[in-house]
């Protein structure tokens, strides 16, 4: 299992440990990752997603999974996630018709 956002792709970054001497070593940051499921009230059914505490709080603050992914560019979001959008699009289009 990748250290990697299901919604954001957020990932895993590289920098430096410093010491009090100003010595540098190779450290990771790791994301904040959490197993979630968020509902979907479009879909009408509920996901399981492996989210960072950042991507679940922009989803909470965007009115849900749905609104979130609506709004959200494809070239911004990973393969699941741009997965995830097209099926609800794809819903929406055809309860409007």
């Known amino acids: 299992m990748s250290r990697r956002c299901s919604l954001t792709a957020k990932?895993?970054?590289s920098g430096h440990?410093?010491?009090h001497s100003n010595?540098?070593?190779k450290r990771k940051f790791l994301p904040n990752l959490h197993n979630v499921?968020?509902?979907s009230d479009v879909l009408g059914r509920s996901i399981r997603l492996r989210v960072s505490s950042a991507g679940?709080?922009?989803v909470e603050h965007?009115?849900?999974l749905d609104a979130w992914l609506i709004k959200a560019s494809s070239s911004e979001l990973s393969t699941t996630a741009v997965r995830l959008k097209r099926e609800i699009e794809?819903?929406?289009a055809t309860?409007?018709?």
């Open 95 to 97: 309860a409007a018709q």
């Open 56 to 58: 679940l709080r922009t």
């Open 17 to 19: 440990k410093v010491s």
């Open 62 to 64: 965007n009115g849900g």
């Open 37 to 39: 499921t968020l509902i």
């Open 11 to 13: 990932g895993v970054q």
């Open 90 to 92: 794809k819903k929406i």
């Open 23 to 25: 010595v540098k070593t």
